[in-house]
Every structure is written in structure tokens, then in C-alpha cells.
């Protein structure tokens, strides 16, 4: 089945640091590939979504690729800020239907000023 | 911001009662999905309904049920409770077709002792 792994956090950064949040996938056919995020008391937002291999998806400075050879979308952002500070969600669906999110366990990340 | 709204948003309940969940979609969304989210995991997809029958469903016992409405709202019903049952239940409304954006609700968190 499909399934989803995710580096486990939490990870801490300072402010204005780079982030790499690893996510690796198993999948049959062609998923689609999302991250999602969770802010403290408050339900999942699409962060970032990628439907087709070597696609690049991006939003509010965070990106994150497709990569079929390495089955992996890692999240990558630039530039934290404290306002980023919330729990990240790598998830799957098959063929690019909404059906049947297949999420990771998350990572928690945290932003000290 | 995006117009899912579940309730309650609390709930406490004793093992072996039923509960039932509410979930309003999105205006214009026609499909509703349920997920529950165990504290520290990942989302876990329950079931997926579209034109008021059910559309997939995990691997989660009969004793999960659900319905959708003419209105396109939802209920997720639960008979008799388990203590692993207390969790974050989550509500995601989109259109059926491929490739549309699902929108989750802030969540109920239930409670079993």
C-alpha cells in the first residue's frame, strides 16, 4: 500500500535559517504529491502541491520537487520566520484525485526569534 | 480562509456510548471526507462520501459510519467507544474531480474515557 515517511522532528530553528524538511514516499502508479500545514489549534492548510514527475510546487516561499527517481518531495524554504512555526504534513494521493489523502506523521517545527 | 466548519469542536464521551460528529462543507463542494488524527500521528483517511454514498473508505470498522446530506453536509457517527478512539477527527470538503484542492475544518476532538 502507500505510505509516506517523513524526518521526525521537531526541528528548531533561528529565525532567517534554511529548512529541509525530508519526505520519501511508496507509491503504486503516479501520486500526487502534497505538504501540508497545521498551525497551532487550527485544521490542515495546502501549502504546496506537485502532480506529475520533476514539478516543482511552491507558496509563501516554501518549495518543494517531485523526484520519481528518488521517490522523494522534501520541503525547503530559505528563509524561516517565527510566524512559520507549525507542524508539516507530507502527504499522497493516487493519479491526481483528491481521494484518499495517505499522510505522513508530521514534523514539528519551531522558529525562535 | 476556507468555510469548513465542524462541530462541536469538543467533546468528552464514556467507552461503549456513541457519538456522532458534524462536518459543513465548503459552498459549491460536493464531496466530504473524514479523517482522524491521533495525537502526535498523521492523519488516517476513515471514508469519503460523494452524492450521499459512501466513495472509499480506510481501514477502520464498521462501527465507523457516516452520511452526507442533500446539502452536501456530513455526519461521522461512532458506536460503541474505545478509549483509542480520542482523537482529533478532521473534515476535508472538495469537488470530485482530480487535481481539486481539499479543505479541512479546524477538527473535533474527542475524548474517551
Known amino acids: 500500500g502507500n505510505s509516506v515517511t517523513q524526518m521526525e522532528g521537531p526541528v528548531t530553528l533561528s529565525e532567517e535559517a534554511f529548512l529541509t524538511i525530508n519526505c520519501t514516499y511508496t507509491a503504486t502508479g503516479y501520486p500526487s504529491l502534497f505538504w501540508y500545514v497545521q498551525y497551532p489549534g487550527e485544521g490542515l492548510q495546502l501549502l504546496l502541491k506537485?502532480?506529475?514527475?520533476?514539478d516543482k510546487g511552491s507558496n509563501k516561499g516554501f518549495e518543494a520537487t517531485y523526484r520519481k527517481e528518488t521517490t522523494s518531495f522534501h520541503l525547503e524554504k530559505g528563509s524561516v520566520q517565527v510566524s512559520d512555526s507549525a507542524v508539516y504534513f507530507c502527504?499522497?494521493?493516487?493519479?491526481?484525485?483528491?481521494?484518499?489523502?495517505?499522510f505522513g506523521k508530521g514534523t514539528l517545527l519551531t522558529v525562535n526569534p | 480562509e476556507t468555510g469548513v466548519t465542524q462541530s462541536p469542536t469538543h467533546l468528552i464521551k464514556t467507552r461503549g456510548q456513541q457519538v456522532t460528529l458534524r462536518c459543513s462543507s465548503q459552498s459549491g463542494h460536493n464531496t466530504v471526507s473524514w479523517y482522524q488524527q491521533a495525537l502526535g500521528q498523521g492523519p488516517q483517511f476513515i471514508f469519503q462520501?460523494?452524492?450521499?454514498?459512501?466513495?472509499g473508505r480506510g481501514n477502520f470498522p464498521p462501527r465507523f459510519s457516516g452520511l452526507q446530506f442533500p446539502n452536501y453536509s456530513s455526519e461521522l457517527n461512532v458506536n460503541a467507544l474505545e478509549l483509542d478512539d480520542s482523537a482529533l477527527y478532521l473534515c476535508?470538503?472538495?469537488?470530485?474531480?482530480?487535481?481539486?484542492?481539499?479543505?479541512f475544518g479546524q477538527g473535533t476532538r474527542l475524548t474517551v474515557v
Open positions: 476535508a470538503s472538495s469537488l470530485f474531480e482530480r487535481g481539486t484542492e481539499a479543505f
Open positions: 502527504a499522497l494521493t493516487e493519479g491526481g484525485s483528491n481521494y484518499k489523502l495517505t
Open positions: 462520501y460523494y452524492r450521499e454514498e459512501e466513495n
Open positions: 506537485a502532480t506529475k514527475a520533476d
